[in-house]
């Protein structure tokens, strides 16, 4: 039987199509994309999983990672990867946000006290994250808690009072920085994260929320003066790369891959927490003061846990569904309730 135009034409673009499962043997370039600097524990280890795969599928699979946001902020990024130029990266809650909105339940404000909080909520909620990222056509290949945020200013914040007369940064179109400040009575200026370290450099914010880490690797701890006692949030990180992708690796190497990342991901955790520990030491050394609990400190912080409820509230049909919330907010009770003694983590 013959076979009609039509249908070689489509048998050809089949066969053509740059998406079609690879033949044994050929190389798959995975191109990712990070805002994070090099130059960190959090670098070596990512390095040994981009070494790691290379090794492991026999040099089937390559992964290349641009660093320090040479392809653009996350938003950059994610664009790039629509339109085929990247395949994945390393992504902050912000980041993820775009893809899953609902990933970023675990970063409302004033929510978590410690580490083992965060883990015991996130991992419960993992499957389910996973799931929903395939759904809109990406794979997890590791989660990461990138840290507690803190608060940085140039002036001591002994009260929410003194807070709500600086000028604060919070990422462009971010929601729950948006609603944060919204509900503590402040306007902030909205900015590219790229854009912090000048807008610092010419008073335009003098305050701004980040992780140790972050303070000190992208340099903006050097226009501050004074850092809070209490962190605000946790961030939560993930590396996704496309399905588009990944379905052209072998089904034994995407196994090879998957076990790779989810060992390594776990040992990133814990660089990221020495990190933030020995940022911290630099930051102290640096001359940067911590601001300790004033007399109105019990008020403040009714009113902060307030403003962090009020916030995850709003976020309520917007960001997630009511009974995801409802979960995230029954699984830190279960932690809590088996963990009484635990304590609220500070820095010392």
């Excluded at 759904?135 to 200013?153: A, P, Q, R």
Aim: charged share 25%; glycine share 8%.
């Amino acid at each position: 039987m013959k076979m009609s135009r039509f249908a070689c034409v489509i048998l050809m673009a089949i066969l053509l199509s740059p998406w079609t499962a690879v033949s044994a043997g050929e190389k798959v370039v995975i191109k990712m994309a990070t805002i994070a600097p090099k130059g960190s524990n959090f670098m070596n280890t990512y390095e040994e999983i981009v070494r790691q795969i290379k090794a492991r599928t026999k040099g089937e699979v390559e992964v290349r990672i641009y660093w320090g946001g040479v392809q653009g902020d996350e938003k950059d990024v994610f664009r790039k990867i629509k339109l085929g130029q990247l395949h994945g990266g390393g992504f902050m809650g912000p980041g993820l946000g775009e893809i899953v909105p609902e990933v970023r339940v675990t970063e409302v404000p004033y929510f978590f006290k410690n580490y083992d909080e965060v883990a015991y909520v996130r991992t419960a909620l993992r499957d389910y994250m996973n799931r929903r990222f395939e759904e809109k056509g990406f794979v997890v290949l590791g989660w990461m808690d990138l840290g507690f945020v803190y608060t940085f200013s140039k002036v001591p914040l002994t009260s929410i009072e003194v807070a709500r007369k600086q000028k604060w940064w919070t990422l462009a179109d971010e929601p729950i920085g948006r609603e944060t400040f919204k509900a503590l009575g402040i306007s902030p200026i909205s900015l590219s994260i790229t854009d912090v370290a000048t807008s610092l450099s010419t008073n335009m914010i003098d305050a701004a929320n980040t992780t140790p880490y972050g303070a000190v690797a992208f340099q903006w701890y050097s226009r501050f003066k004074y850092i809070g006692e209490f962190p605000t949030t946790n961030i939560n990180g993930a590396t996704i790369v496309s399905k588009k992708v990944w379905d052209r690796i072998s089904p034994e190497n995407q196994k090879i891959i998957l076990q790779v990342s989810h060992d390594l991901h776990n040992r990133l955790v814990q660089a990221t927490r020495k990190e933030d520990a020995d940022c911290v030491k630099i930051l102290l050394k640096s001359g940067l003061k911590v601001v300790r609990t004033g007399p109105t400190f019990e008020k403040d912080m009714k009113d902060l846990l307030e403003a962090g409820r009020v916030c995850r509230e709003n976020l309520v049909g917007r960001m997630y569904s009511r009974e995801l919330l409802d979960r995230v907010v029954a699984l830190r009770a279960e932690y809590r309730k088996a963990h009484p003694k635990d304590t609220p983590i500070r820095l010392q």
